[in-house]
Each structure stands twice: as structure tokens, then as C-alpha cells.
């Protein structure tokens, strides 16, 4: 079992930085890649970002590459989602997920979800 708990998420503007960040319990945090997913307003959840075990593998949506910058610390069982230059599409739920052993990035498929943090870009 692992409990996700996200937090960092705020109202900003346009161009400005945020970075998220999931605490894990649990023992297995390494065993597990993890994901970022977001879910705008009115739409499906979709994937962003997606990090591998050991930290040193890692895939995004094209919308945010160049942008967005997933990470992981192990020693800490938490995994960020630095944002930069954020734009009014940005604006979503974002949820942290453990993906199981390899990144993947199916909604279906995730192992377990946090409750998701709000963030909201504004022009």
C-alpha cells in the first residue's frame, strides 16, 4: 500500500514557476516509477511526466518538454514536478501517481493516486 500526498499548488501568472511535490509512505517508494498526471477543467485526466525508479529515466507530454522537469529522491520517498513558464493551458488538477515498475502513461493502469492539487495560471 502507498499513500500520495501532493502539495505546492497555487494561483500564479503567466510565465512564473511552480514546483509540486508528492510525499509517498511507504517502504517500496523505489520499487515503484512514478507520474505526474493533470486534469484541466471539464476534460479527461492526462498524462504529463513520468520518472523511472532509479531517477535517472524520464518522459513528458510534448506540451510541457522544455518546461516541465520531473524528479525523484528516494532517500526522501517524495517526487517533484518543477514547472516553469507556466501558461493558462496549464491550469488542471495535477496528481501524483505510482506507476508500478516501468513508466507508463496510462491512466488505467496507474498502481495508486494522490487526491490531486490545484493549480491555476492566470494571464
Known amino acids: 500500500q502507498v499513500t500520495l500526498v501532493e502539495s505546492g499548488g497555487g494561483l500564479v501568472q503567466a510565465g512564473d514557476s511552480l514546483r509540486l511535490s508528492c510525499a509517498a509512505s511507504?517502504?517500496?517508494?523505489?520499487?515503484?516509477?512514478m507520474g505526474w498526471y493533470r486534469q484541466p477543467p471539464g476534460k479527461g485526466r492526462l498524462f504529463v511526466a513520468g520518472i523511472n525508479r532509479h531517477g535517472n529515466n524520464t518522459r513528458y507530454l510534448d506540451f510541457v518538454k522544455g518546461r516541465f522537469t520531473i524528479s525523484r529522491d528516494n532517500a526522501k520517498n517524495t517526487v517533484y514536478l518543477q514547472m516553469n513558464s507556466l501558461k493558462p493551458d496549464d491550469t488542471a488538477v495535477y496528481y501524483c501517481a505510482a506507476l508500478g515498475p516501468k513508466i507508463h502513461a496510462s491512466v488505467d493502469h496507474a498502481d495508486y493516486w494522490g487526491q490531486g492539487t490545484q493549480v491555476t495560471v492566470s494571464l
Open positions: 511507504g517502504r517500496t517508494f523505489s520499487s515503484y516509477a
